[in-house]
């Protein structure tokens, strides 16, 4: 066995967490296992995170922050109700690649296992911008919400396996998204 090393980085830290979490879910994260990951003892984690919390905290960051960064590059779409439909596209890919973070994204965990609350208002903002340009500044938050609140339902009953009854889920998610955005772009038009 060679000796430990001596240093690691809070990126390596968290990518290795990352990595646990998505293997074997949230219990499959400790100190312990993040250290042997990043090949340290892991009393050396706590130069960087003083607990689990901190630790969990820090991977829902970078988890919300990835996510940000993809419905950013999305936003652009100079048809706003086309740009929200593929950043609800882009929300659902990036969950079913990566379902143990996203989880962590949305669980009910106690305030020092958050991420920082303008991690999470950074990476709504793309969001909000493009249901602006759709449905106008007074109604953008409520356009935002309702569309993360139809995604999140879909996409956790679909990592759930509760879609039991055949069909085409994937044209099923199409065809809400369609439908609200639609909806949405109906109403601004009224």
Not at 131 to 158: I, N
Request: glycine share 8%; net charge neutral.
């Amino acid at each position: 066995m060679s000796p430990a090393r001596a240093r690691t980085s809070l990126d390596e830290i968290v990518a290795a967490g990352r990595e646990l979490l998505e293997a074997g879910g949230l219990d499959a994260v400790t100190m312990q296992a993040v250290a042997e990951r990043v090949g340290v003892r892991a009393p050396s984690l706590y130069k960087r995170l003083p607990n689990r919390a901190a630790l969990i905290a820090a991977i829902g960051a970078a988890t919300v922050d990835d996510l940000g960064r993809m419905l950013e590059t999305i936003g652009r779409d100079d048809d706003p109700a086309g740009a929200l439909k593929a950043a609800a596209t882009a929300f659902r890919r990036f969950a079913l690649a990566n379902p143990h973070g996203y989880e962590l994204v949305f669980m009910n965990l106690p305030p020092d296992a958050r991420p920082p609350a303008d991690r999470n208002a950074r990476a709504a903002a793309p969001l909000l911008a493009i249901a602006e340009r759709l449905v106008g500044p007074d109604q953008a938050l409520e356009a935002a919400r309702l569309v993360t609140a139809f995604a999140h339902g879909f996409v956790s009953m679909e990592l759930s396996g509760a879609f039991r009854l055949g069909g085409d889920v994937d044209e099923a998610y199409r065809y809400g998204v369609d439908m609200l955005v639609d909806a949405l772009a109906g109403r601004r038009t009224r």
